[in-house]
């Protein structure tokens, strides 16, 4: 029987591709449905969305490599970590402020909150970034060392396996 801890992490090792793109959509394009600013469309589409595919897609295609049968999809670590970077990524978009004075600047969360949690939003976005950094390192690294490992189980079991059949 599987636990629901590894059908969680299962399912969030499947997830990790749509996620990203989601991630993606969201902070560039559906931030626009709550808080329109054609301006900021714009610029998320020219600066942000290549930026994001350039840092999110490497760590993608690092989980989808993960995998191993007999161990399960994404170490602990990697799992929350891997949490951590998409929800930094998500904070980031729904707490962003376009435009610039008051009467123009607005975020998704300003939307729904008021105008009054302007300025907590700006604060809120500026920790989603400042915590997206770590989190995205040491997914990074964490992701790498992971398929560094595999690679040597990989070869370690290829290596026992030609000794056994030389006997």
Avoid: N
């Avoid at 626009?32 to 290549?50: K, Q, R, S």
């Amino acid at each position: 029987m599987i636990s629901v801890r590894t059908g969680v992490k299962a399912m969030t090792y499947r997830a990790t591709i749509p996620v990203t793109l989601l991630l993606i959509a969201w902070v560039c394009v559906g931030r626009a449905f709550l808080a329109p600013d054609f301006l900021w469309v714009i610029g998320a589409l020219m600066f942000v969305a290549p930026a994001l595919a350039v840092l999110l897609g490497p760590t993608s295609a690092l989980a989808i490599a993960q995998h191993r049968p007999s161990e399960g999809f994404l170490t602990d670590p990697q799992f929350w970590s891997l949490l951590a970077t998409w929800a930094t990524v998500g904070g980031f978009g729904l707490f962003a402020v376009s435009g610039g004075a008051p009467p123009w600047a607005e975020s998704p969360f300003t939307v729904v909150v008021g105008d009054g949690a302007l300025d907590l939003s700006r604060t809120l976005a500026t920790g989603c970034l400042y915590a997206f950094v770590p989190a995205y390192l040491t997914l990074l690294v964490l992701l790498i060392r992971g398929l560094r490992g595999r690679r040597e189980r990989r070869a370690g079991t290829a290596a026992s396996g030609a000794a056994a059949a030389r006997q």
